[in-house]
């Protein structure tokens, strides 16, 4: 006898499907069911998202059955973007998937990575998710290196951890400021990243967009000069208007830090030290 797949159903509709035929949760639910029967699967939990995009990131049912995913084994869906409409979020998925033994199954695109075909598709995807990356980044380099020695603004689409956007400009976000800090004195008391995103995780603590902490994610903080009250693009860097999270000084300790716990010589350089400016300000706690 073969060992059990245990599944968690996840069905999915927004405002705008509810009027579409076939997009019903009942209708999701009932085909998603009979393909178990099919397979012999067994159903293990089953969440219901009533009501939110499939661009949402904060979908309390989704959340859960993240939360609760030692309860199952597979993760079934009706379509793709039942679960996610937003490439990099659904890779993202995918990445924690990977990391806790999970599979994901699409009923009605033939997507099972628990089957060699599927682990291919989903490498497939992983490289289109790449390439449109890339894209967007050659079709904005002019705009962005000009505003990055120019100024004023925001470089980048995504408000990172820390900040938000009020009148066009990033101001401190406290609470999370704070997380900020906590990264930048972990890792200036030797703290590998690794160790960093695994205290973070063990806590419950979650990533601006909602997901786990992970090696990049930690790197990416404290790599990063806009905490420090800098912008750089392409090799310029200049003060940013906005109030930094961690002083200068902090900042380049780590740099050095980092720079010492590198032990694979192909792995990305580390940035160069900010230049010897104040930035606007710094924010309370920095």
Known sequence: MGIETRVAIYTRVSTEDQAKEGFSLEAQRERLEAYCKARGWSIARSYVEDGHSGRDVKRPAYHRMMEER????????????????NSRNFME???????????FVSATESFDTSTAMGRFVMDIIQRIAQLESEQIGERVYMGMSQKAKTGPGILGFNVPMGFEVRDGGLTVNPAEAELVREIFDRCLAGETTEQIATTLNARGVRSKRGGRWSHARILYILHNPLYAGFLRWDGFTRPAEHPAIVAPRVFNRAQEALKT???????????????????????AGG
Request: hydrophobic share 40%; net charge positive; no cysteine.
């Open 93 to 103: 998925m995918m990445e924690n998937l990977q990391e806790w033994n999970k599979n």
């Open 261 to 283: 716990r590198i032990k694979n010589p192909t792995q990305p350089r580390t940035p160069e030290l900010l230049p010897p400016v104040k930035p606007a300000a710094v924010a």
């Open 70 to 85: 030692e309860g199952w084994d597979t993760l079934l869906v009706i379509k793709m973007d039942r679960i996610h409409r």
